[in-house]
C-alpha cells in the first residue's frame, strides 16, 4: 500500500492492517521525532510512540482535520503539553508565555554543529512554546496556515497572525546576527535546520 494516501492507510490500520499502520508510521516518523527532539529530545521516542497510539484511538476525529499531518500534529501538541504540565509540580503552564528553557528541557544534542546552528536552535527554545510549535511546524513540516490553525486550534486569520508574531520574535532573539535577522534570510535559516536535526534512520 506504498501509494495509499495517508487516510487510505488510517482507515486500513483502523480496519485491523498492522502493515498499513506501519507503511503510515514510516511516513510520518521523521517528522513527528522532529517535533519532539527540539523540545524533550531525551523522550522524544517515547512521544512518538504515544502520539502514534494516540493517532489510532482518536482517529474519529480525523474528519474535523483540514489534513492528516495536521491531525496528527495536533495530536503530538497535545502530547507535549500533557508532558510538560506533568512536570511541573503545580500542572499549570502557559504555552503563550513559557519557553522550553523556562520549563527546563535540555537542550537538543547538536556536537557537529556550526556555533550559528546552535544559536538558532537556542533561540528557537527561547521562545514561547507556541511560538516555537508554530515556527517548527510552519517550516520545518510545511503545515500551512489553515493545517496550523487546525494543529493551535483557532481561526485561519490568527493562526496567520502566530505566524508573523513567532518570526519577529524569533529575529529579537537574533537581532545579535545581523545578516539572519534581516530580510528572508532567517527563514532559509531555519528551514536549513529540518536537515541538521538528529532523526534515526
Not at 500500500?1 to 492507510?9: R, W
Not at 493517532?55 to 503530538?76: E, H, P, Q, V
Not at 550559528?116 to 517548527?136: F, Y
Request: with cysteine.
Amino acid at each position: 500500500m506504498s501509494a495509499a494516501t495517508d487516510l487510505e492507510l488510517l482507515a486500513a490500520w483502523q480496519a485491523g492492517d498492522k502493515s498499513a499502520g506501519s507503511d503510515l508510521f514510516t511516513r510520518h516518523f521523521r517528522g513527528l521525532f522532529r517535533f519532539f527532539t527540539n523540545k524533550l529530545p531525551g523522550e522524544a521516542e517515547d512521544l512518538v510512540q504515544v502520539t502514534w497510539m494516540a493517532c489510532l484511538r482518536y482517529g474519529d476525529s480525523l474528519s474535523r482535520a483540514t489534513s492528516f499531518k495536521s491531525y496528527l500534529f495536533a495530536i503530538a501538541r497535545n502530547q507535549l503539553y500533557l508532558r510538560l504540565r506533568s512536570r511541573e509540580p503545580s500542572g499549570n503552564v502557559d504555552f503563550g508565555v513559557s519557553s522550553m528553557i523556562d520549563l527546563g528541557a535540555s537542550p537538543t544534542s547538536l556536537a557537529a554543529a556550526a556555533e550559528r546552528d546552535r544559536d538558532l536552535l537556542g533561540a528557537l527554545r527561547s521562545l514561547p512554546v507556541d511560538s516555537q510549535i508554530v515556527l517548527e511546524l510552519h517550516y520545518w513540516e510545511d503545515l500551512s496556515a489553515t493545517e496550523l490553525a487546525h494543529v493551535l486550534e483557532l481561526p485561519v486569520g490568527t493562526a496567520k497572525s502566530r505566524i508573523r508574531r513567532a518570526k519577529e520574535l524569533l529575529q529579537t532573539a537574533l537581532a545579535r546576527d545581523k545578516q539572519a535577522a534581516e530580510g528572508d534570510g532567517i527563514e532559509l535559516w531555519v528551514r536549513s535546520m529540518r536537515a541538521k536535526l538528529p532523526v534515526p534512520s
